[in-house]
């Protein structure tokens, strides 16, 4: 087969997480760090399959669909019933095949922090991609996928490498340092990484070898994008 003529095909995975901590109030994954990304990729001719840990629809975040978070991805996703059934239906994360896919995808919120971080199914998903030298991206606080993934040295895949994510001003200023189960910011650098941000909520992305990342909602199109160009 000749890949220069095939259709790429990029996984997006998504949190099955709904519960933010013990605050009674819900959380999930954020509606513009899924469909911005989604639409640069399929626009581009991209072939996307999405999946989640529980498989079936993945909890979306309410604050994300808040009037002040709408973007012209989210509205066309709002008004894109396809898009919304494949979401309702997302494959479960244990029964993807990484080889089916030249790239992966991880949509942020707050939901991975609790359910992508050690999900061993996530982790061995990225290590099989790295090792099969496939580009892997992640925005906000889907980076948290990243954390536990080693290479084949079983050094931290983010050892040494330029990562960012949702840093830990952005996420005093949202008021939710004390409700989640760590800050991203201070394990990527526990880890080792190289980690880099810009000022709180200004679009950010960084490519080092295979890893991509995006810190923040503004930086998903930006992620996106160079994922794209990875591929």
């Not at 790239?103 to 990225?126: C, E, K, M, Q, R």
């Not at 800050?183 to 080792?192: F, V």
Request: proline share 5%; charged share 20%; net charge negative.
């Amino acid at each position: 087969m000749n890949t220069q003529q095939a259709t790429k095909h990029v996984l997006m995975v998504l949190t099955s997480h709904a519960e933010l901590g013990d605050t009674g109030e819900k959380t999930g994954f954020w509606v513009e760090e899924f469909a911005a990304p989604y639409y640069a990729l399929t626009d581009a001719g991209i072939k996307v399959t999405l999946a989640s840990p529980a498989g079936g629809q993945p909890p979306i975040d309410p604050k994300s669909e808040l009037e002040d978070f709408q973007t012209p991805a989210t509205k066309r996703y709002d008004a894109d019933a396809d898009v919304q059934a494949l979401m309702a239906n997302t494959s479960v994360l244990a029964e993807v095949n990484a080889a089916d896919f030249d790239g992966v995808f991880y949509p942020g919120g707050h939901g991975p922090l609790w359910d992508l971080t050690d999900n061993t199914d996530s982790i061995a998903l990225i290590e099989t991609f790295l090792a099969a030298n496939k580009p892997v991206a992640a925005v906000c606080h889907a980076t948290a996928a990243f954390l536990n993934v080693k290479d084949a040295q079983g050094e931290f895949a983010v050892k040494g490498k330029a990562v960012t994510g949702f840093t830990n001003s952005e996420e005093d200023a949202v008021q939710l340092t004390d409700i989640v189960p760590f800050l991203l910011e201070d394990e990527l650098i526990k880890r080792g990484s190289d980690y880099q941000k810009v000022a709180d909520w200004n679009a950010f992305a960084v490519q080092d070898g295979l890893l991509i990342s995006g810190q923040n909602p503004q930086s998903s199109e930006l992620a996106a994008a160079k994922l794209l160009a990875a591929l």
